[in-house]
Every structure is written in structure tokens, then in C-alpha cells.
């Protein structure tokens, strides 16, 4: 766990301590308000709860959308066959560099999941893959496309399957 937040402080960038610190000031000025405005109950709790949602969900979710813009790709899947000899599936697709950003590394992730005829249980069971397998892909640079392949090992599954395909870069 102390490896996963060390890695995590080590990936920041100057925008995630703009918003960090953005998100400190905003709780502080809603505090104060509610405080000059102790005397209207509903204005102050209102505020205090908009304080604490402040804090709480604006790191968070603004962390998520702002490295969705920050770092924005595309992920292609191009070919996926399964081999004959051995319980494996072979995926191979590309990764596009949409951002204005040089990608340093990308962690490319394959999730394998059964298929089924109802439109909504498909839907469900992609949150729960059977098999993921992820590779890093180095230096990409802006505007440019990396191919890549992948073997998911072992795959045993017998039935119909999807794939999906995410990266997340840095």
C-alpha cells in the first residue's frame, strides 16, 4: 500500500496541485461563510455541507476528468484470435495519442468477458471480467499511433467472448 501512494504523490503533476489546492481554498471561503452567516441555520448547514462536498468530491472526481482531458487516447482493437495449442487468446491493436502531451508510458489493459444474449447482462458482466492482462507501452508522441500485441494467458473459456481494451496514460 505504501508503494501504490508513494507512486501515486510521484505521478503528480503541477494541474493535480492547482486543483488540490484550489479545493483547499474553496472549502475554507464556504467554512467562513457559514461562520459570517451563523445566524440563518439553513444558508450556514447548507454551506458547511457544500464545504465537505467541496473537499471531499472535487479532488476526486476533478482528478479523474482532468487526466481524461489532460491525457486523452484512443484505443483500437484490431485482430484477437484465439490459439489452437494452447489456452490463450492473442489481442493486438493500437494505441493513438490524442492529447497535446507526449505520453511518457501507457498501462494498455485487455479485459476478456463471457457473452450472453440479453443486451443487459452484457452490459453487467463487463465490470466483471474473467481474465485481464496489461502491458506498458513507452513513449508515444503526440498525434502519433503505437501498435501493439498481447497474449492473455491462460484462457480457457470455450464459449463466445468480448474484449475490451483501455489505456491509462502519463
Excluded: W
Excluded at 503528480?12 to 445566524?39: N, P, T
Amino acid at each position: 500500500m505504501k508503494h501504490k501512494i508513494q507512486a501515486f504523490i510521484d505521478g503528480l503533476i503541477l494541474y493535480d496541485y492547482i486543483l488540490f489546492g484550489a479545493s483547499f481554498v474553496l472549502f475554507i471561503l464556504f467554512i467562513i461563510l457559514a461562520i459570517i452567516l451563523r445566524e440563518r441555520l439553513k444558508t450556514a448547514l447548507f454551506l458547511v455541507l457544500l464545504a465537505f462536498a467541496t473537499i471531499m468530491l472535487g479532488p476526486t472526481l476533478g482528478f479523474i476528468e482532468m487526466h481524461k482531458f489532460l491525457y486523452k487516447n484512443e484505443v483500437t482493437l484490431k485482430e484477437n484470435k484465439r490459439l489452437e495449442f494452447a489456452p490463450a487468446v492473442v489481442v493486438k491493436g493500437s494505441l493513438k495519442n490524442l492529447s497535446r502531451f507526449d505520453f511518457k508510458e501507457c498501462l494498455v489493459t485487455a479485459s476478456l468477458y463471457k457473452i450472453s444474449k440479453n443486451e443487459y447482462k452484457n452490459y453487467l458482466l463487463k465490470f466483471k471480467p474473467m481474465k485481464k492482462q496489461s502491458i506498458v507501452l513507452k513513449d508515444i508522441p503526440k498525434g502519433q499511433s503505437k501498435e501493439f500485441k498481447m497474449i492473455v494467458d491462460p484462457f480457457k473459456y470455450k464459449k463466445e467472448y468480448g474484449i475490451s481494451l483501455e489505456a491509462n496514460c502519463k
